[in-house]
């Protein structure tokens, strides 16, 4: 089992930064790849960005790259999302999910059934 706490959501104007961590616990953390989803009211949770078991290879959807930045630190347990240059449509609840199978493709981290376990989620508002 893995149990995921994701923290540091709020609110902020466009243009403004802010930084979303996850806290896990449960089992090994490098042995599982972690992602960041979002879903805004009445649309589907979305791929933000994905990194692999160390830490070392990252995927970001494309209307966050440059923008957005996942890390890892398998010595704390924790991961983070730096959003920088935060549009009103970056408005959402973000997750973080693990994938505890092992092994880590950019195709297979972009799918959110690909994750067993996530977080309960975090509400970022950026105004305008």
Partial sequence: QVQLLESGGGLVQAGGSLRLSCAASGRTFSSYALGWFRQAPGKEREFVAGVN???GTTDYADSVKGRFT???DNAKNTASLQ?????????A???CAADARGGWTAAAARLPSTYGY??????VTVSS
Avoid: C
Wanted: hydrophobic share 25%; proline share 4%.
């Fill in 118 to 123: 996530w977080g309960q989620g975090t509400q």
């Fill in 70 to 72: 996942i890390t890892r």
């Fill in 53 to 55: 078991l160390s830490g």
């Fill in 93 to 95: 609840v973000y997750y």
């Fill in 83 to 91: 959003m920088n240059s935060l549009k009103p449509e970056n408005t």
